[in-house]
C-alpha cells in the first residue's frame, strides 16, 4: 500500500511540474498552428473589413500557382543541398580538428565565426562583398581573369540562389563541425590502435571504426540541418528578400511576404500550413528510415 500510494504521488507531482510545459507549448505552438489553419480556409486580407469561409479555395491557388512550385523547388535545393553542405565542410573541419596540432585552439575560434556572428550583420558583410561595384569578390574575379566583367551576383536569376545558398553554408557549417567534433572525440583511440596493429589504412578505419561510431550522431546533425535549412528565413530575407522575381523565395520567405508586405493573410496562412506539412512528411520519413537501420 506504501508503495502504491508513494508511486500515486509522484505520479501527481510529475503531472503538477509537466503542467506548466504542456500550456506554455500549447499557447505558444499549438495555438499558432491551430489559428493559421483556421485563416488559410477564410477570406482574409488587410484591404478588406470581410472575413468569410472559403474551404480549400487558397490551397488550390496554392497548387496552381507557377510562384509556389519555384519556392518550393527552391526549399528542396536549399534545404537539402545546403544541409548536404554543410555536413561535408563541418565534417572535413571536424576531421582536421581532431588530430593534434600547433594552434589548434585558435583554429577551433577562427573556424566557429561565422556562426557566432549575428546574421544580419553576416549577411551584411556579404552584401557588400556580393556588390558588383565595391565588392571585393568581383574585384578578385577581375584581377585574375576569371571573369571581363562584374558579376551581379545577388542580382541575377541564375546567380543568386547559388550566391545566397553559399552565404548559409558557411554560416551553417560550424554547427556540423562542433557536433561531429564530439562525436569524433567519444569514439575510443583503442580501436584505432588495435586496427592499426592489424594492419588496417587509414581510410579502412574511416570507413569501418569512425563512421559506425558516429553514425547516430550524422543521422541527426543532417535531419536538424535540413529542418533549419527549410526554415530558413533570416539569410534570404537579408540578402534578397526573394528576389529577383522570386529567385530566391522559399516557402517560408515566400508565406511572409504574403502575410505581412501583401496583406493577404490568408495565402500567407495557407502557404505557413504547407510548409508544416512538408515538414511532418520528412520528419515521418526520416522516422521510418531510422527505424529501418536500427
Known amino acids: 500500500m506504501k508503495r502504491t500510494s ?17 500550456v506554455f507549448l500549447s499557447l505558444m505552438i ?34 496552381t500557382s507557377p510562384s509556389f512550385w519555384q519556392s518550393f523547388r527552391n526549399s528542396i535545393i536549399y534545404a537539402f543541398g545546403g544541409a548536404f553542405a554543410k555536413f561535408l565542410i563541418g565534417f572535413a573541419f571536424a576531421l582536421l580538428l581532431n588530430r593534434e596540432f600547433r594552434w589548434r585552439g585558435i583554429a577551433r575560434g577562427l573556424l566557429l565565426f561565422p556562426w557566432v556572428l549575428p546574421v544580419v550583420a553576416w549577411c551584411a558583410t556579404w552584401r557588400w562583398m556580393y556588390s558588383p561595384q565595391l565588392g571585393i569578390i568581383n574585384q578578385i574575379l577581375l584581377k585574375v581573369g576569371l571573369t571581363g566583367n562584374s558579376l551581379n551576383f545577388l542580382g541575377s536569376r541564375e546567380l543568386a540562389l547559388p550566391s545566397v545558398m553559399m552565404v548559409g553554408i558557411i554560416e551553417g557549417y560550424p554547427f556540423f563541425m562542433v ?11 583503442v580501436l584505432y590502435e588495435a586496427a592499426s596493429i592489424d594492419g588496417a589504412s587509414g581510410w579502412q578505419q574511416f570507413v569501418h571504426i ?11 546533425s543532417l535531419i536538424l540541418g535540413i529542418i533549419w535549412s527549410w526554415n530558413s528565413f533570416a539569410v534570404i530575407w537579408s540578402l534578397t528578400r526573394g528576389g529577383p522575381s522570386g529567385a530566391t523565395h522559399l516557402l517560408v520567405t515566400s ?14 496562412a495557407a502557404l505557413s500550413v504547407m510548409t508544416v506539412l512538408f515538414l511532418l512528411i520528412l520528419l ?9 537501420e536500427s
Open 30 to 63: 499549438i495555438y499558432p498552428i491551430v489559428h493559421s489553419v483556421l485563416i488559410s480556409m477564410q477570406y482574409n486580407r488587410a484591404t478588406s473589413p470581410n472575413v468569410y469561409f472559403v474551404g480549400l479555395k487558397n490551397f488550390y491557388r496554392i497548387f
Open 284 to 292: 515521418f520519413i526520416f522516422r521510418r528510415w531510422q527505424k529501418e
Open 6 to 22: 508513494l508511486a500515486a504521488q509522484r505520479r501527481k507531482w510529475g503531472i503538477i511540474f509537466l503542467l506548466p510545459t504542456v
Open 210 to 220: 569512425t563512421i559506425p561510431a558516429i553514425k547516430g550522431v550524422i543521422k541527426i
Open 179 to 189: 557536433t561531429l567534433l564530439a562525436a569524433l572525440q567519444s569514439v575510443p583511440g
Open 255 to 268: 508565406a511572409y511576404e504574403y502575410a505581412f508586405i501583401r496583406g493577404r493573410y490568408d495565402y500567407g
